[in-house]
């Protein structure tokens, strides 16, 4: 109950909707990647990733001193729907700005 209960309420906000949108359209990034694209103070989009990752959506991958995230893969079938959704909402994504070389 609490693993559903997580991965529901890691859905009820706008700005992980849009983080996971964002992902799902660009593949795995850094946080620098996203803090610039999404125009997001770090702290803020850290709180929201982790949000997203214990909801079971996201993974991290440690490169060095840059942390990549990306949607967990293979999903479970709630999940993979509940992104399938999100894929029809009606959302506008701003432009991805990298700035990472690893």
Known sequence: MDNF????SSLNDETRVLIIRFLD???ALCVCDLQNSLD???SRLSRHLKILKE???LRVER????????IRSPLDRFRTEAIEE???LDISLPQLKKE???
Do not use: P
Request: charged share 20%.
């Open 55 to 57: 909801g079971g959506f």
């Open 5 to 8: 209960l997580s991965t529901v």
């Open 40 to 42: 997001m103070i770090q």
């Open 86 to 88: 999100i894929r029809h």
């Open 25 to 27: 359209e660009h593949g």
């Open 63 to 70: 490169k060095g001193t840059w942390a990549y995230y990306e």
């Open 100 to 102: 990472c070389k690893v």
